[in-house]
Nanobody
Framework: QVQLVESGGGLVQAGDSLSLSCAASGRTFSTYTMGWFRQAPGKEREFVAC????????YYRNSVKGRFTISRDNAKNTVYLKMNSLKPEDTGVYYC?????????????????WGQGTQVTVSS
């Protein structure tokens, strides 16, 4: 099992930027896909972005393409989410997750370890 701890959330205004980090511990990190999900009040958890293991290919939900960037530093066992041009609809609890494999996964059921989440609030 991998322990995941997110940090970097906060309250910002629309148009601002915010960076999230997720530190992983417990086992080899580099071969697994890492993802970011978010959940707004009253809504289901949704895929935001992922970065595959080893190859480091990135994938994003359409609404964040061009604004968010996911990256990873395998030497530090850390994955990042840089969020630019934030919008009120980006508000939610952001979760870091580790997938069971190294491919492209956008459904939560493919992720086996989850962090506690960090709140991101974007005011208009």
């Amino acid at each position: 099992q991998v322990q995941l701890v997110e940090s970097g959330g906060g309250l910002v205004q629309a148009g601002d930027s915010l960076s999230l980090s997720c530190a992983a511990s417990g086992r080899t990190f580099s071969t697994y896909t890492m993802g970011w999900f978010r959940q707004a009040p009253g809504k289901e958890r949704e895929f935001v972005a992922c970065i595959t293991g080893n190859s480091g290919n990135t994938y994003y939900r359409n609404s964040v393409k061009g604004r968010f960037t996911i990256s990873r530093d395998n030497a530090k066992n850390t994955v990042y989410l840089k969020m630019n041009s934030l919008k009120p609809e980006d508000t939610g609890v952001y979760y870091c997750a580790r997938a069971a494999g190294g491919g492209y996964y956008y459904t939560a059921t493919n992720y086996v370890d989850w962090g506690q989440g960090t709140q991101v609030t974007v005011s208009s």
